[in-house]
């Protein structure tokens, strides 16, 4: 499957978000510019996301709903035993 349109996509997302931070940093920037800044980066995870799913192979490399990894968490890990005289440093 060919990847130029998913990275000229990214490419020019890239771009225009380089400019606004550019703009952000002198001070040149409007509250819709903030707007599309968030509005590109939500549209560059989308885009990233289905790319990296293409490379995998997925059945489904559109923008559809992407399932959170299993959490392997097991608990909190039980803090190591402490010395029973107190401070290692004192005599």
Known sequence: ???????GRIEQLVEEEERLW???????ISAEDHRRLEAIRSE?????????RRRAGAP????G???DPPNEFEGVEQEPP??????PHED
Do not use: I, T
Not at 22 to 28: I, L, N, S, Y
Not at 82 to 87: C, K
């Open 1 to 7: 499957m060919d990847e130029s349109p998913a990275l």
């Open 22 to 28: 550019q703009a952000a940093g002198h001070g040149d």
């Open 44 to 52: 560059l995870d989308r885009c990233w996301d289905a790319l990296r």
């Open 60 to 63: 489904d490399a559109g923008f």
């Open 65 to 67: 709903e992407v399932p």
């Open 82 to 87: 402490h010395l029973q005289r107190g401070s």
